[in-house]
């Protein structure tokens, strides 16, 4: 998936499986010094991060509890799959300036 920050494209979000994630900063947000960190546990010292289980960052922008359990089964989401979770709810409504979207073709 793609991350967007304040609606420009900073970087992409890919799980390889259920235990490997990879955030990679995008070519021109990384070199563009005005621009900021997505988050400070991601900062623009590495272009590549990865990870066993989803990044603390994005996984915070998910809903627990109840409300969790309520977009899960509305969804048809398995509710122990975080990236599908964050696909299917973090295109438009989030707080704060980072939104995702899914990786279209070019």
């Known amino acids: ?12 979000l890919t799980e390889e499986n259920r235990q490997h994630f990879v955030f990679r900063y995008d070519d021109n947000y990384f070199t563009d010094t005005n621009k900021p960190a997505i988050s400070l546990t991601l900062p623009k010292t590495q272009k590549e ?19 969790r359990k309520l977009q899960c089964t509305q969804l048809k989401i398995d509710e122990e799959d975080n990236f599908g979770l964050l696909m299917a709810i973090a295109q438009f ?11 279209t073709a070019k």
């Open 1 to 12: 998936m793609e991350i967007y920050r304040n609606g420009i494209l900073a970087g992409t």
């Open 93 to 103: 409504d989030t707080i704060g300036a980072v939104t995702v979207k899914p990786i």
């Open 49 to 67: 991060y990865s990870s066993q289980f989803l990044f603390p960052f994005f996984f915070n922008m998910l809903s627990e509890g109840v409300n």
